[in-house]
C-alpha cells in the first residue's frame, strides 16, 4: 500500500506541479511568481495526491474521469462521470484528506458526445495567453475545461487580476460558459 502511495504520489507530482520538478533557477522564478511559498506548494500536491490516491482506493477509474487541482488546501473537482451517486462520492472522498479546507465540486454528468482535444486546446490557448499577459501571476491560478465550460481556481492579487483571467477565457474561440472559483487575495 506504501508504494502505492508513493508512486501516485509521483505520478501527482509530475501531472499536477511541473514547475516544482524542474530545479534549479526555473523553479525560483516560478515561486517567486506565485503567492504559494514552497510549503504550500508542496502540501497542495501531497493533498492532491491523496485525493487521488483516495479515487484509486475505490475505483481506478475515478483518476481518468476526474481532474484534481488544489490551492491552499482547496480542491477543485472536474470532469466528467455517470451517474451522479460518482459526483457525490468523490467530494466525501476528497473530503477526507488530511489538510483539505474546502472541496469545490464541478464534475458534470455524461450527456453525449463530448469533445476533449476542443476541451484541452482552450485551456493551452487561455494558459498561453495568461502567461504573457503582463502584471498576471497566472502560476497562482489554473484553468480546466469540461465540455466548453472553462473553471478558473486559485488566488488573484487583486480584482483586475482575476478580471483579467476571466475575460483572457471568455475570449477563446469554444468557450461557452466561464465559472470563476478564484478568491483575491487580502
Known sequence: MKKTFCLIAVAGIISSCTPVVLGGAAAGATFA??????????DD???????RYNFAQFDAGLLADIGVEVNRG??????????????????????QVVGVTGVVNE???????????????????????????KGLH???????TVNGVVYIFGTAQNLEERNKTINIARNIAGVRKVVSHVDVKG
Open 45 to 51: 500536491t501531497n493533498i492532491a495526491s491523496a485525493v
Open 33 to 42: 511568481s506565485q503567492e504559494r511559498t514552497v510549503g504550500t506548494t508542496i
Open 74 to 95: 482547496r480542491v477543485l473537482l472536474t470532469g466528467l462521470v455517470n451517474a451522479q451517486d460518482t459526483v457525490e462520492l468523490a467530494s466525501r472522498k476528497a473530503e
Open 138 to 144: 497566472s502560476m497562482d491560478m489554473s484553468t480546466e
Open 107 to 133: 464534475i458534470q454528468l455524461r450527456n453525449g458526445q463530448t469533445n476533449i482535444a476542443q476541451d484541452s486546446w482552450i485551456t493551452s490557448k487561455i494558459r498561453s495567453k495568461m502567461l504573457i499577459t
